[in-house]
T-cell receptor, first 114, second 115 residues
Framework: KAGVTQTPRYLIKTRGQQVTLSCSPI?????VSWYQQTPGQGLQFLFE???????NKGNFPGRFSGRQFSNSRSEMNVSTLELGDSALYLC?????????????FGPGTRLTVT | AQKVTQAQTEISVVEKEDVTLDCVYE???????LFWYKQPPSGELVFLIR??????QNEISGRYSWNFQKSTSSFNFTITASQVVDSAVYFC????????????FGKGTRLHILP
């Protein structure tokens, strides 16, 4: 079965622009979560979507937003980009079956803001 | 306050040695989840385990084992008979179920397995 896919894989943007990243989860997974990884701050949780509803949100400014579509695909958007938004953005899809939990990550989108 | 501490920044061991990665957490909640993740040099994060706070049984999966001790707020990860492919950065994480499931990561431990 296909894994989690993220597009684009690499992106260069200028300060002040906005960007949209896409994530396609594993088929059948309804939960999609997003993470930001930077050398300085490490791994940080952005938000989680389940069945088109934002279920959890990390401590990020309102410039960071996301959504999930009826096919579970998710997008995250960052508006008014800042240099500090340069990071690896990881998406994961997960499923809980009884006590069993599985989570799979995509390869990430590396965003560079200049 | 919610916090995850991985005191070992970097560890190097010779192949076939056993190695334990430490994880100490802080939480005010009684219901929470603990995680371990692996990030090999390729950069893709790999989920290893999620443990519920009510389940203190140790877990073994092949060469990997996890020791959960509530009394010391620790969730340590041991790799037995390490292999070069185990070289990676390992992250421990905590999610408090009563606080919107926000997940907090430790800073990670970089593990080098020397041939």
């Amino acid at each position: 079965k296909a894994g989690v896919t993220q597009t684009p894989r690499y992106l260069i943007k200028t300060r002040g622009q906005q960007v949209t990243l896409s994530c396609s989860p594993i088929s059948g997974h309804r939960s999609v979560s997003w993470y930001q990884q930077t050398p300085g701050q490490g791994l940080q949780f952005l938000f989680e979507y389940f069945s088109e509803t934002q279920r959890n949100k990390g401590n990020f400014p309102g410039r960071f937003s996301g959504r999930q579509f009826s096919n579970s695909r998710s997008e995250m958007n960052v508006s008014t980009l800042e240099l500090g938004d340069s990071a690896l953005y990881l998406c994961a899809s997960s499923v809980t079956r009884g006590i069993s939990y599985e989570q799979y990550f995509g390869p990430g989108t590396r965003l560079t803001v200049t | 306050a919610q916090k995850v501490t991985q005191a070992q920044t970097e560890i190097s061991v010779v192949e076939k040695e056993d190695v334990t990665l430490d994880c100490v957490y802080e939480t005010r909640d009684t219901t929470y989840y603990l995680f371990w993740y692996k990030q090999p040099p390729s950069g893709e994060l790999v989920f290893l385990i999620r443990r519920n706070s009510f389940d203190e049984q140790n877990e073994i999966s092949g060469r990997y084992s996890w020791n959960f001790q509530k009394s010391t707020s620790s969730f340590n990860f041991t790799i037995t008979a390490s292999q070069v492919v185990d070289s990676a950065v390992y992250f421990c994480a905590l999610s408090e179920a009563d606080r919107d499931d926000k997940i907090i990561f430790g800073k990670g431990t970089r593990l080098h397995i020397l041939p």
